[in-house]
């Protein structure tokens, strides 16, 4: 049964990631890319992982997918346009080599022994969160700053006259 | 217990709850707010159709269901379509995190009130795919004050789940747990003479937990995406029909997630008043627990049918202004403080 599932959203997963690259339409590839993402985060649970599958989730489907939607509607993308035959032909070409690498390195991987991963993520985790949590915060802390000052510089000089004259009550 | 069983109850809760919410959450708090409303305002309110108009949602629906499923032209139709499609499932995907009643033994089987308990960033990422139904509507509808609805609807929600998100850190810092079950397990005490509730503990987070709520689910006065005066109706100007019952139906659900919820994290959830610990339960006393829950729910959504019909609809500014300059940051102080509290006291 959960194999059966997990190979329904492998689909899932490889058809959307395909469709949000070859979908002419901004908004449509928005969309399967945010179904990507949950069908990933879905996958994540039935490998055991589920703090992984929710911050996929949470992260990907609610923060980046849904800011490239707004994106997209933002600047009002137009459908993109059909490219001539040249571009469809390399593009299609390339396209084969990757998968057909892909295809390669899979087979070989499948004939292959197989032993268990070694657990980097818990070594690396305590790093993160214990020897180094300091330097990661302060790196937060300045990633903020930046933010801040990145919005700051780019304010045009009309907005910040407007601003001051809206708090002056002129 | 089997897997056959375990699973064949599983299901059969992911069937139940959601039809429950459909079927009669929803038209009875769209009934609600009519009544109520009418009531404020002195007039009789929908009363013909049953007793008491209790059939009047019935007639409602059947009058949006008459009108087919209309698709207008100039839509994107994946947009249009999948939009009240994503707000439905959004808010009940709520729902499968929130204990409605203990465990309890029925028929020789040990039965947990609450389909699983992956945690607060489960309930928080649920809330968060809602998000996409307004800008989705507004984008498919291809109409340039929808458009203006959805982004403003998107805008509303992301600010306020981050309200609500602080507000939750708050609690689960109180508990050391992200677990809802455990959260509501906490509240199973006494507080004084008070029931041991997180509404008493964590007054300020259960403030801002109350109005990211509201505004989270499209409450009054957080509606300013779909004002029918400046916007016309906003994201559902260009809707009709069974996509129209669906984009209502998809609000007042997540009303009612968004109350159930409140009363999970800051009432006490389904445990009845003074009752401390976990103790074993039969079939009725979880029934029991089950009206309880239920009760303490409609409480809050007839607070949220209060405010709609007493206060004035916010302007966007204003609400932007609310969440960014006041909430977030009482929520951060909230965050910082019970850490700080939480820290002494350990």
């Not at chain 1, 849904?66 to 600047?75: G, H, K, T, Y």
């Not at chain 2, 919410?21 to 929908?46: D, T």
Request: proline share 5%.
């Amino acid at each position: 049964m959960e194999i059966a599932i997990f190979v329904l959203l492998a689909c899932v997963c490889a058809l959307t990631g395909i469709l949000t690259v070859v979908c002419r339409k901004p908004m449509h590839s928005s969309l399967y890319l945010a179904a990507n993402s949950l069908s990933v985060g879905l996958l994540c649970i039935l490998l055991s992982a589920p703090f992984l599958a929710l911050a996929q989730i949470f992260v990907c489907v609610a923060g980046i997918a849904l800011l490239s939607a707004v994106v997209v509607v933002v600047l009002n993308l137009e459908d993109e346009p059909r490219k001539g035959t040249f571009r469809t032909l390399s593009g299609g070409a390339t396209g084969c080599i990757v998968l057909g690498a892909l295809g390669y390195f899979l087979w070989h991987w499948w004939g292959a022994s197989r032993e268990p991963a070694p657990d980097v993520g818990t070594p690396f985790g305590e790093l993160v969160f214990g020897e180094f949590l300091l330097p990661v915060e302060l790196t937060a802390f300045l990633l903020l700053v930046a933010l801040l000052g990145s919005v700051l510089l780019t304010r045009r000089e009309g907005e910040k006259r407007t601003a001051s004259a809206g708090r002056s009550g002129l | 217990m089997e897997y056959g069983e375990e699973l064949f109850i599983g299901v059969g809760k992911a069937v139940v709850l959601p039809v429950a919410i459909m079927g009669i959450g929803v038209p009875l708090l769209a009934l609600a707010e009519r009544r109520i409303g009418a009531r404020m305002q002195g007039r009789l309110g929908p009363r013909a159709a049953g007793p008491f108009g209790l059939f009047q949602p019935l007639a409602d629906g059947l009058k949006l269901l008459s009108k087919g499923a209309p698709v207008f032209s100039g839509t994107d139709r994946l947009a249009y379509v999948l939009a009240p499609l994503v707000g439905v499932l959004s808010a009940l995907a709520v729902f499968a995190a929130i204990p409605f009643a203990g465990t309890f033994t029925w028929m020789g089987h040990s039965i947990r009130g609450q389909i699983a308990d992956p945690g607060v960033i489960y309930v928080l990422a649920a809330a968060g795919l809602g998000v996409y139904a307004p800008l989705l509507a507004g984008w498919g509808s291809g109409d340039r004050l929808a458009l203006i609805g959805g982004l403003s609807g998107t805008v509303r929600q992301i600010s306020f789940l981050l309200c609500m998100g602080l507000a939750l850190l708050g609690v689960c810092l109180l508990h050391g747990s992200t677990q809802l079950g455990e959260i509501v397990l906490g509240q199973a005490s006494t507080f004084g003479p008070l029931p041991g509730w997180n509404i008493w503990v964590q007054p300020l987070g259960f403030v801002l937990f109350l109005v990211g709520t509201m505004a989270w689910s499209g409450a009054s006065p957080f509606d300013f995406d779909r004002a029918d005066g400046e916007l016309m109706g906003g994201y559902r100007r260009r809707y009709s029909g069974i996509f129209l019952a669906f984009l209502g139906a998809s609000r007042y659900a997540r009303q009612i997630a968004g109350a159930a919820l409140v009363v999970t994290v800051y009432g006490g959830g389904e445990t009845l008043p003074w009752r401390t610990g976990e103790a074993a339960m039969d079939g009725w006393t979880a029934l029991v627990e089950g009206m309880a829950f239920a009760v303490k729910t409609g409480l809050v959504l007839c607070f949220f049918i209060w405010v709609r019909w007493s206060l004035p609809r916010l302007r966007y500014d204003q609400a932007m202004r609310l969440v960014w300059r006041v909430l977030i940051p009482l929520g951060l102080l909230n965050t910082v403080g019970t850490g700080l509290v939480a820290h002494l006291m350990n």
